[in-house]
């Protein structure tokens, strides 16, 4: 009798080991991963019982041999975790909690699948342990439950400056003729939201999605590049691309196919899954790496006025430039396009500016100063980061990379390694969306991959709802290199776009709570120094603000249409509000969260004829504390500032 059982008992074990059928919950219990390994490999998620993705098929191959198609299951297990993660530069949160349930399936070709569900989504990973080097392709598609509503980001192929005008669109009436890059929101019929991207990219390209059936997304991949072809200066193209994706060892893990998902708009500003799913830093010493406020010169067209000197490329301009970052507190200045001897060798400076005496003199004001480079001209003189660390260089802006193969990938990673061991910041503009190099290697402090203010000099798109919904898409990702700023400001119907003289849609308080509500380890000041001291009491608020922060709250979010923030510093905290175009709002504010004792609010609001007169703000001074309420009345296009002290 006692064999009898020890036999039965082993025969359940084995039966509920390999079975076919793999549920996996989040830790609150409200996502639910069902994996199913009967005919493949496919998963559905549900949340709250509400099924979102029905199924989900999805393969890897190996030299043209399908690993997932007919994989016999071997082991499978169940892990969990829940600790606190500390990032170096603390974009959102100086403490990170990490909280998931991990699914663990080994199939008998060496091939496994970590499934993690966080209470804020969900991701898998394949992990391989093949020998020798193999040509990968890789296949996701994705049938939703029903024809959702989504933001894309429509593009032919898959090179580009990755700067979206967010496109809202059914899946049924997304064009099979284009891509959609990532990120990518999709709303459920309940209001839910589900952000698709992707983490741990390396060695590999970047995931894009087309639609390939009724309610149906599929993973498409940038070729492997056997041959490219350089254009102009700065540009490149992949004329010759492969059969594969990528080639690889076959000896590693695999990007993370991430979804964040939330039952409210706030949850996906708060999420923190591709940090947390992105390798943990690199670097042994990071006392080096400083955050910070910079002064600019190129979207401004360096502008000046009211000075004794002609403005432009030289060294009084950027004396000035570094002047005005230092009497304001900022730490550094960028030097862009134009301050070395050409675009191609930036081993030299313009000889109609005296560097050498702009980085002396920003020392004495304690103003460090970041340079401008297109890729093709670092990869050319790559040794040249190391000459920036004798001149004194604090950071390089890396531009125009506006691909996302396997090889433009490596080249980010190589940037940033050779960068951190010369002790140079890196923001990599012209850029793909973040997946977490900036944990791997926290010296990259910002990308762009946004249409950010920039776009103001040749574009009407940069309107009060696009940087509404920038936040919940393209922010999620990691830090964004948006350069808010602008001092002259404009209601949407009277704006005109100006390269020379450029200013924004929506008043100036939205645009003093950009600095609050976007996320980037250098917060760039677009505008002219002359424009920011004819306007002192706006550039004073901007001084204050920090870009690294030590706790977050989203009191109130819809995307694209309003957002309520809250920030806190050391025992400082910001509020940041934003309106789209539509309708005037007023929220009241609980400010139960400050700590207890009388506190002082300074705040920028929009004043009594920004709806006529879109730079009109009132300054405000009153006393508050956590019983209080603060009211936010915004009018279309407004915004709201304070900072509680």
């Given at each position: 009798m006692k064999k009898l059982i020890i036999v039965l008992c082993l025969f359940l074990g084995s039966y509920t080991f390999l079975s076919a059928q793999h549920k996996l919950k989040s830790p609150n219990g409200k996502i639910i991963v069902n994996v199913d390994v009967s005919n493949g490999i496919h998963y559905s998620v549900s949340l709250n019982d509400q099924i979102f993705v029905e199924r989900s098929d999805i393969g890897l191959s190996f030299n043209?041999?399908?690993?997932?198609?007919?994989?016999?299951?071997?082991?499978?297990?169940?892990t969990n975790q829940d600790k606190l993660e500390t990032p170096v530069v603390a974009l959102k949160e100086s403490s990170i909690r990490n909280n998931y349930n991990q699914l663990n399936l080994e199939f008998k070709n060496k091939l496994t699948i970590e499934f993690r569900a966080f209470n804020d989504g969900v991701a898998y990973r394949y992990v391989t342990n093949s020998k020798g080097d193999v040509e990968v392709n890789e296949t996701a598609k994705i049938e939703f439950a029903d024809n959702y509503k989504m933001w894309a980001s429509p593009l032919d192929?898959?090179?580009?400056?990755?700067?979206?005008?967010?496109?809202?669109?059914?899946?049924?009436?997304?064009?099979?003729?284009?891509?959609?890059?990532?990120?990518?929101?999709?709303?459920?019929?309940?209001?839910?939201?589900?952000?698709?991207?992707?983490?741990?990219?390396?060695?590999?390209?970047?995931?894009f999605l087309k639609k390939t059936g009724?309610?149906?997304?599929?993973?498409?991949?940038?070729?492997?590049?056997?041959?490219?072809?350089?254009?102009?200066?700065?540009?490149?193209?992949i004329v010759k691309g492969a059969d594969y994706i990528a080639k690889t060892t076959g000896k590693r893990s695999f990007p993370w196919r991430l979804m964040v998902i939330s039952e409210k708009?706030?949850?996906?500003?708060?999420?923190?899954?591709?940090?947390?799913?992105?390798?943990?830093?690199?670097?042994?010493?990071?006392?080096?790496?400083?955050?910070?406020?910079?002064?600019?010169?190129?979207?401004?067209?360096?502008n000046l006025y009211g000075v004794d000197f002609e403005a432009g490329l030289n060294t009084d301009t950027y004396k000035y430039f570094i002047d005005f970052a230092g009497r304001n507190g900022l730490e550094y200045v960028i030097l862009d396009e134009g301050w070395s001897v050409s675009t191609t060798d930036i081993t030299k400076p313009n000889p109609k500016l005296d560097l050498f005496e702009l980085i002396r003199y920003g020392k004495e004001k304690n103003v460090k100063l970041i340079l401008w480079a297109s890729w093709r001209a670092i990869e050319d003189q790559f040794l040249v980061l190391r000459k920036y660390k004798e001149w004194g260089i604090a950071g390089i802006k890396v531009d125009f990379m506006n691909r996302a193969d396997q090889w433009?990938?490596?080249?980010?990673?190589?940037?940033?390694?050779?960068?951190?061991?010369?002790?140079?910041?890196?923001?990599?503009?012209?850029?793909?969306?973040?997946?977490?190099?900036?944990?791997?290697?926290?010296?990259?402090?910002?990308?762009?991959g946004v249409q950010g203010?920039?776009?103001?000099?040749?574009?009407?798109?940069?309107?009060?709802?696009?940087?509404?919904?920038?936040?919940?898409?393209?922010?999620?990702?990691?830090?964004?290199?948006?350069t808010p700023g602008a001092m002259r400001n404009f209601n949407s119907k009277e704006f005109k776009?100006?390269?020379?003289?450029?200013?924004?849609?929506?008043?100036?308080?939205?645009?003093?709570?950009?600095?609050?509500?976007?996320?980037?380890?250098?917060?760039?000041?677009?505008?002219?120094?002359?424009?920011?001291?004819?306007?002192?009491?706006?550039?004073?608020?901007?001084?204050?603000?920090?870009?690294?922060?030590?706790?977050?709250?989203?009191?109130?979010?819809?995307?694209?249409?309003?957002?309520?923030?809250?920030?806190?510093?050391?025992d400082q905290w910001f509020i940041g509000a934003m309106n789209d175009n539509e309708t005037e709002r007023e929220f009241t504010l609980d400010l139960s969260f400050l700590s207890s004792g009388a506190k002082k609010a300074i705040i920028m609001q929009d004043g009594l004829n920004a709806n006529r007169f879109a730079e009109d703000y009132q300054r405000i001074e009153k006393s508050v504390n956590n019983q209080s309420k603060l009211t936010v009345k915004m009018v279309k296009g407004g915004g709201f500032a304070a900072r509680i002290k």
């Open positions: 043209d041999i399908d690993l997932c198609k007919n994989a016999k299951l071997k082991k499978t297990s169940y192929g898959y090179a580009g400056s990755y700067e979206p005008d967010y496109q809202k669109v059914k899946i049924n009436d997304f064009s099979t003729s284009k891509n959609t890059f990532l990120p990518l929101l999709i709303e459920h019929s309940k209001g839910y939201k589900m952000l698709m991207t992707e983490a741990d990219v390396s060695d590999y390209p970047h995931m009724a309610n149906t997304l599929s993973a498409a991949f940038p070729s492997y590049p056997l041959e490219t072809k350089l254009i102009g200066d700065r540009g490149s193209e708009d706030a949850q996906l500003m708060e999420s923190n899954l591709v940090y947390l799913l992105a390798p943990e830093n690199k670097l042994e010493n990071t006392d080096w790496i400083k955050p910070g406020r910079v002064a600019w010169d190129w979207w401004n067209a360096s433009m990938v490596n080249y980010y990673e190589k940037v940033a390694k050779e960068a951190a061991q010369n002790e140079l910041l890196v923001d990599f503009h012209g850029a793909f969306k973040p997946n977490g190099l900036h944990r791997t290697y926290p010296n990259v402090v910002s990308y762009e203010n920039e776009h103001c000099k040749w574009s009407a798109n940069v309107t009060p709802e696009h940087m509404l919904t920038l936040p919940f898409t393209r922010m999620v990702c990691g830090p964004m290199d948006f776009f100006n390269f020379y003289r450029p200013g924004s849609q929506g008043t100036r308080c939205h645009q003093l709570a950009l600095f609050i509500a976007y996320e980037s380890g250098i917060q760039m000041l677009a505008d002219s120094p002359s424009n920011y001291e004819r306007e002192q009491e706006s550039t004073d608020f901007l001084g204050s603000v920090p870009n690294t922060w030590d706790e977050l709250k989203v009191l109130e979010a819809k995307v694209g249409e309003y957002l309520v923030i809250a920030r806190r510093k050391g």
